[in-house]
């Protein structure tokens, strides 16, 4: 079956270290995304990419990293510069064939706790 | 600004009973709007979208929503909930480019 696939589900650091979220997609998607969920704020965008090689900034990329190397993977970094990174985070992808309001497509996320 | 707003945080009803789940929305022209639902620890399943044209959208689960535009609103319907429907459920909206603003999300519990 075709998804999106994040890991680790649950992801604990200390505070001062950088980590790597991984997101991978086998639906031929061209765009894909990674939001951020905090209780009662619901999903903010933090980066998201149309095509390899290339991504955009969303509303709140500030202390975070991204990277497309190949279609099928947009891996976020949070880095130590991030001021509350404790959260849960979503990938998402859309297929832009399909139009640009084809509907997204969510992993299951990833809990990350810094302490 | 562009904004979505979900004016119920948690809502409670009764197994069988009737729902509507609010939205509101402000932007500069008509966006395209949508409504997914989120189980917990969970990703977010799309119910329903409304692009343009018939203002009464059927979605999945029994789901519909009506898009009122001289309200700007895009109420979330469904005419019997079952226990299975408690979840949180997210309003979004979009100019275009799949960039989605999101509603902070109305969290549904549902009574036996």
């Known amino acids: 079956d075709g998804g999106i696939t994040q890991s680790p589900k649950y992801l604990f650091r200390k505070e001062g270290q950088n980590v790597t979220l991984s997101c991978e997609q086998n639906l031929n998607h061209d765009a894909m995304y990674w939001y951020r969920q905090d209780p009662g704020q619901g999903l903010r965008l933090i980066y998201y990419s149309q095509i390899v090689n290339d991504f955009q900034k969303g509303d709140i990329a500030e202390g975070y990293s991204v990277s497309r190397e190949k279609k099928e993977s947009f891996p976020l970094t949070v880095t130590s510069a991030q001021k509350n990174p404790t959260a849960f985070y979503l990938c998402?992808?859309?297929?832009?064939?399909?139009?640009?309001?084809?509907?997204?497509?969510f992993g299951n996320g990833t809990r990350l706790t810094v302490t | 600004a562009q904004s979505v707003t979900q004016p119920d945080i948690h809502i409670t009803v009764s197994e069988g009973a009737s729902l509507e789940l609010r939205c509101n929305y402000s932007y500069g022209a008509t966006p395209y709007l949508f409504w997914y639902v989120q189980s917990p620890g969970q990703g977010l399943q799309l119910l329903l979208k409304y692009l343009s044209g018939d203002t009464l959208v059927q979605g999945i689960k029994g789901f519909e929503a009506e898009f009122k535009r001289s309200q700007s609103s895009f109420n979330l319907r469904k005419p019997s909930v079952h226990w299975s429907d408690a979840a949180e459920y997210f309003c979004a909206a979009s100019g275009g480019y799949n960039k989605l603003i999101f509603g902070a999300g109305t969290r549904l519990a549902v009574h036996p």
């Open positions: 998402a992808s859309s297929s832009l064939r399909e139009g640009l309001n084809s509907p997204l497509h």
